[in-house]
């Protein structure tokens, strides 16, 4: 073996043992949230602006994502191996974390938040796709929350439209803490968003 391949060898299997650290670093069964969300993030829409009432489905995506534990990739090394962090887990499930969040969020801007049994004729349905909802390590000291999903808005049946949406960001601290605070973020920033492209569909069907 040669010295470069030696070299790449042991940086790693160095990188490895950091990971391994990581997901064991912390007090065993830590259990994490979005925290409470800011009221300060959002402002209330402008009246002359304002949404029409809109049921938000419960968020669907893999298996992977229905269930409490907590994801990172190791995109350096080994990209298509999903990895879980050892004593620490969601309090719910990420489908069950981002619906909830992207509800409050939409709320605080204003908008009128139904569930699924407030579903009435010509009211528009929101239903959201999570594609992606990982902690990517692009090296051994930085990493990102990522999270991707599809939108979709239907009104009696009708598609009305669809969109994909996608954040990255920085997290924190190398460790499954700094995960939850980047994907959170990544959860706002995307609520953000759906609110702005919910103001440009025709969601009365006039």
């Not at 994801?71 to 350096?76: A, E, I, P, Q, V």
């Amino acid at each position: 073996m040669n010295l470069r391949a030696s070299s790449t060898a042991a940086a790693i299997a160095c990188a490895l043992m950091l990971a391994g650290c990581a997901s064991i670093k912390g007090a065993p069964n830590t259990i994490y949230d979005f925290g409470a969300p800011s009221a300060q993030l959002f402002t209330p829409a402008n009246p002359s602006s304002q949404l029409p009432p809109i049921v938000v489905m419960d968020a669907t995506g893999a298996a992977a994502l229905d269930n409490e534990r907590m994801f990172y990739r190791l995109n350096y090394a080994d990209p298509m191996q999903a990895r879980t962090y050892a004593g620490s887990r969601w309090s719910g499930t990420p489908l069950d974390l981002v619906t909830q969040r992207i509800k409050v969020r939409l709320s605080q801007a204003g908008v009128t938040v139904l569930s699924a049994t407030d579903a009435a004729n010509r009211v528009p349905v929101l239903r959201i796709e999570i594609d992606d909802f990982v902690q990517a390590f692009s090296s051994t000291s930085a990493s990102q929350g990522e999270i991707m999903l599809r939108a979709s808005v239907f009104n009696d049946h009708r598609l009305v439209g669809q969109r994909s949406f996608a954040h990255s960001a920085p997290a924190p601290s190398q460790d499954a803490a700094g995960g939850v605070a980047a994907l959170a973020v990544g959860t706002d920033r995307i609520a953000g968003d759906l609110k702005n492209w919910l103001s440009t569909l025709d969601l009365q069907g006039k």
